[in-house]
C-alpha cells in the first residue's frame, strides 16, 4: 500500500531564507506527484505537479523535483515572505485522479 | 471562475441526525472525490465518482453514502453520524485524464457532539 511521508512536520524560518521540504513515497509507481498549499480555513490550492516522466517543474519562487526510483520529492522554496506561511502537502496520484497524501509540513516563515 | 464550492463551511450537529454536505463544480468534470482530513492522519478519501451514476469506494467509505445523478455535483451523506466523523472535509474535482489538476473546494468542518 502506498504511504507519503513528509520532513519535517514543522518548520519555522526568517523571511529571506532558502528552505526544501521533503516528501517520501514508498511504491515509484505513480502517474504524478502534487505539491498542494493549504491555509487555515481555506481549501488546497495546487502549487505545482510533476507528472511521472518529469524531474521538475518551476513556478516563480517555487522548484519541485521528483526522483521516482528513489521514492522522494523536493519542494524549494526562494527567497521565503511571512505570505508562504502555510501547510504544504504533497500528493502521489495513482490512477485516475485518485491521490495519496502526505501529513504535511507546517511552515512558518518569520517577518 | 473556476471553482468547487462546498456547503456548508461549518457544521455541528448531533449524534444520528442525518445530514448531507453539498459539493458542486463548474468545470465539466468528470472526477469527483471527498476527503476528510484529521490531526496526524493527513488526508484519506472517502468515495469517488468517475462520472455520473458511476461512484467507487475509497480508503475510508464507512459510514458514508455518495451519489452522482448530476456531473456537477457529489452530495456526501451521513445517515447517522457519530463522534467519530468529527473532521475537516474535503471535496475535489478533476479531468479524468491523467496528470491534471485536482481542484479543491475550501472544506466543511464537521462536528458531530
Known amino acids: 500500500k502506498q504511504e507519503v511521508t513528509q520532513i519535517p512536520a514543522a518548520l519555522s524560518v526568517p523571511e529571506g531564507e532558502n528552505l526544501v521540504l521533503n516528501c517520501s513515497f514508498t511504491?515509484?509507481?505513480?502517474?504524478?506527484l502534487q505539491w498542494f498549499r493549504q491555509d487555515p480555513g481555506k481549501g488546497l490550492t495546487s502549487l505545482l505537479l510533476?507528472?511521472?516522466?518529469?524531474r521538475e517543474q518551476t513556478s516563480g519562487r517555487l522548484n519541485a523535483s521528483l526522483d521516482k526510483s528513489s521514492g522522494r520529492s523536493t519542494l524549494y522554496i526562494a527567497a521565503s515572505q511571512p505570505g508562504d506561511s502555510a501547510t504544504y502537502l504533497c500528493?502521489?496520484?495513482?490512477?485516475?485522479?485518485?491521490?495519496?497524501f502526505g501529513p504535511g509540513t507546517r511552515l512558518s516563515v518569520l517577518p | 471562475e473556476a471553482q468547487v464550492t462546498q456547503n456548508p463551511r461549518y457544521l455541528i450537529t448531533v449524534t444520528g441526525k442525518k445530514l448531507t454536505v453539498t459539493c458542486s463544480q463548474n468545470?465539466?468534470?468528470?472526477?469527483m472525490s471527498w476527503y476528510r482530513q484529521d490531526p496526524g492522519l493527513g488526508l484519506r478519501q472517502i468515495y469517488y465518482?468517475?462520472?455520473?451514476?458511476?461512484?467507487d469506494k475509497g480508503d475510508v467509505p464507512e459510514g458514508y453514502k455518495v451519489s452522482r445523478k448530476e456531473k456537477r455535483n457529489f452530495p456526501l451523506i451521513l445517515e447517522s453520524p457519530s463522534p467519530n466523523q468529527t473532521s475537516l472535509y474535503f471535496c475535489?474535482?478533476?479531468?479524468?485524464?491523467?496528470?491534471?489538476?485536482?481542484?479543491f473546494g475550501q472544506g466543511t468542518r464537521l462536528t458531530v457532539v
Open positions: 475535489a474535482s478533476g479531468r479524468r485524464t491523467m496528470n491534471t489538476e485536482a481542484f
Open positions: 511504491d515509484s509507481a505513480i502517474y504524478n
Open positions: 510533476i507528472q511521472s516522466s518529469q
Open positions: 500528493a502521489v496520484q495513482l490512477s485516475d485522479q485518485n491521490f495519496v
Open positions: 468545470m465539466n468534470h468528470e472526477y
Open positions: 465518482s468517475m462520472n455520473v451514476e458511476v461512484t
